[in-house]
């Protein structure tokens, strides 16, 4: 079952047979992938290798990854919507659920900087909502990671500029 579709593949909802453990896995095409961003092993490595160091209650998990011959699949922490559903459902948020919104993300990028990663893709649709209310901070194919004193590798056209 398709959960969503994003810019470069699609997510579904998945359960794990042995485990009966559902989690969102997100499908992307290799052909596709290579045919945007010309850079796309070293894009695909970075983001699983960002999420397989990360541990945060506010940040996705990384719970598998696997390919196939034409596909990469990630699997991570299911969520149940995310703050654009939110907004648009409500048309606006409380002053409270602003607050507590706006602290759960300082919390999750104030350890994404002590990590030395930047976060650089931040809007309501990578904002997600799990089933206990928190948010859960995903995309991260734009990061920057200054752990290796490199730039993300990605597109210049797809992240946000960096002046320092």
Known sequence: MQYTIGGYGIVMKCMKITTKKLYAVKVQSK?????????????????MEVLATVRHPFIVELAYAYQTRTMVMLAMT????????QIKLKGRLDTNSVIFYAAEITSALKYL????IIFRDLKP???LLDEAGHI???DFGSVLDLREDTMSHVPRSRGSKVLF
């Open 31 to 47: 052909y596709k992938l290579h045919r945007i961003m010309s850079e796309y092993p070293t894009c695909i490595m970075h983001e």
């Open 78 to 85: 299911l969520c149940v919507t995310d703050l654009a559903q």
């Open 113 to 116: 900087h002590s990590m030395k």
């Open 125 to 127: 649709n990578n904002i």
């Open 136 to 138: 859960r901070l995903t």
